[in-house]
């Protein structure tokens, strides 16, 4: 490793102290270690955000710290799995201190709020491309899959839908009376840690909504062999995006827009009771073919279900 990579490092990622006794080796070494607390699963996710494909040039640093960060430990929400560590891998055309600065300083402002180690990881020269590989753990036989849903459960979501959508509309040129909210959703989302902790214990299937509703859901129905159906006046949706639909008449697009990385998850009726989470409940798990949409009673299928790389 050259030294402008020590540098690099040095600089501005060996700023955090271990949080987790089970890091028993960070940053400096060839690997670091880690102890997994007995009757405990290892859960692994990778995320990678390219330029000009999954974020525009020129988008604040600090955000895309944040961002990066979010949408992994959003998957260890998924699957009910408390965060632990993670490794950082960054391609940068050039050593630029003031985006380093920036960027370290979103990425860590999230990572101490959940106490998550930034273990290793790696720096090279190339195309702007970032990843994360985050770990953390779950009670053996206790995470949540996209293979577990059953007839007669309720589909819920936590959060707002489609608000990530819209930010994505108005970072290309749509104009509303109020784009902060939507643009926050877009850039900084808020992964559902706590949400995904609790709902470990009563949900039967759950899956962050990354690529679309409809895209993300069709992942717990394929799995799970079943199908949905979605009630469309029940979606949450803003009042700006309520806004948006009536101005466009394009109802479909908070169904099939990605970014919100809100969780969607099934249970048993019985256990809505149980719920101290703000959540939705948008349709119900039944054994019909695909998901469908009721609206304005008449059931829809959407040909274009959410974003899909090498499509």
Not at 127 to 140: D, I, N, R, S
Not at 186 to 205: M, Q, S, V, Y
Not at 265 to 277: D, E, G, M, V
Not at 282 to 293: A, E, H, K, M, N
Request: net charge negative.
């Amino acid at each position: 490793m050259a030294s402008a990579e020590f540098d690099l490092i040095d600089r501005y990622f060996k700023q955090q102290s271990v949080t987790h006794a089970s890091t028993r080796l960070g940053i400096g070494d060839d690997c670091a270690l880690l102890t997994i607390p007995a009757g405990y699963e290892l859960a692994l996710t990778a995320d990678t955000m390219v330029e000009n494909v999954h974020f525009f040039a020129g988008t604040d640093p600090e955000a895309l710290g944040h961002k990066l960060l979010a949408v992994n430990l959003s998957d260890l929400a998924a699957m009910g799995a408390k965060p632990l560590s993670v490794m950082l891998a960054l391609t940068l055309p050039s050593i630029d201190q003031a985006w380093l600065t920036a960027f370290a300083k979103g990425f860590f402002t999230l990572a101490n709020r959940y106490q998550v180690d930034l273990i290793g990881g790696d720096t090279t020269q190339g195309p702007l491309t970032l990843t994360v590989q985050a770990l953390g753990v779950v009670p053996v036989q206790q995470a949540m899959t996209r293979s577990a849903a059953q007839v007669g459960d309720v589909i819920c979501m936590t959060g707002l839908l489609g608000d990530a959508g819209l930010g994505l509309k108005i970072a290309q040129g749509y104009t509303c009376s109020n784009s902060k909210a939507a643009l926050e959703r877009l850039h900084k989302p808020e992964p559902r840690i706590h949400e995904g902790l609790f709902l470990k214990d009563i949900a039967h299937a759950c899956i962050d909504i990354s690529d679309g509703l409809v895209a993300d859901l069709g992942h717990i129905v394929k799995q799970s062999r079943v199908g949905a159906c979605l009630e469309w006046d029940r979606l949450p949706l803003s009042s700006e995006l309520k806004n948006y639909i009536s101005a466009t008449g394009d109802w479909q697009m908070p169904l099939i827009a990605g970014d919100d990385y809100e969780l969607c998850f099934t249970l048993h009726p019985s256990k809505l009771a149980q719920l101290n989470i703000a959540y939705t409940p948008i349709g119900l798990i039944d054994s019909g073919p695909g998901v469908r949409i009721h609206k304005a009673s008449k059931l829809h299928t959407l040909s274009k279900l959410g974003y899909e790389h090498f499509s």
